[in-house]
């Protein structure tokens, strides 16, 4: 066994291909670092990323389809690397991402009490695109303010909101598909 000893971020593609294509060989190879890598490493041009994106799902598909769940940020911007997305577009894929989540939990027979550091994002806004997704605690979407970074009476909403949320969540839930 070997190791990489160095970051993938730090890497040209031929090194890529190299690592991705003997993988089993390297102590030190991270799924989920090598496509994290892919939105870090600045020596590569943007096409070269999407070769190697598509030659690591070539080997790692069911590893990646399991990001949206473990890490969906990433999964999102792996998926439209050097894609702009409209807002529009953004809330249509979180749509999809949580129905593959669903799916994801549902195949693996993981029960959600089971799955301790992972919960709902639920920020009290009724409108939140992100409203539902399983998200990793003190992830990226755990971050409430994200949702209100330009609200100032963003905590009397939150307030608001989760007095009333409860009631008009699970109207939401029945009737989204
Ligand atoms: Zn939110």
């Known amino acids: 066994m070997m190791k990489i000893g160095k970051p993938f971020n730090e890497l040209q593609k031929e090194a890529y291909f190299h690592f991705i294509e003997n993988h089993k060989q ?6 989920l670092g090598l496509y994290r890598s892919l939105l870090e490493n600045e020596n590569l041009p943007l096409e070269e990323k999407l070769e190697i994106r598509d030659f690591a799902n070539r080997l790692f598909q069911k590893t ?3 990001l949206q769940l473990k890490d969906p940020l990433t ?8 894609m702009e997305l409209t807002k529009q577009e953004e809330s249509a894929f979180w749509e ?7 799916k994801i ?3 693996k027979k993981i029960k959600h009490r089971n799955f301790g ?3 709902r994002h639920n920020c009290g806004y009724d409108h939140c695109p992100y409203n539902g997704l399983m998200v990793r605690q003190g992830s990226y ?3 409430t303010s994200i949702c209100f970074r330009s609200d100032e009476k963003r905590d009397e909403k939150i307030k608001k909101a989760k007095r009333h949320s409860k009631t008009k969540r699970e109207w939401k839930r029945r009737s989204r598909f």
Do not use: A
């Open 117 to 119: 550091t992972y919960s």
């Open 141 to 143: 979407f755990k971050e």
């Open 75 to 82: 999964y999102m911007k792996v998926v439209h690397l050097g």
């Open 96 to 102: 999809i991402i949580k129905k593959n989540q669903e």
């Open 105 to 107: 939990l549902k195949d």
């Open 64 to 66: 990646f389809d399991f």
């Open 26 to 31: 390297y102590t030190d190879f991270n799924i």
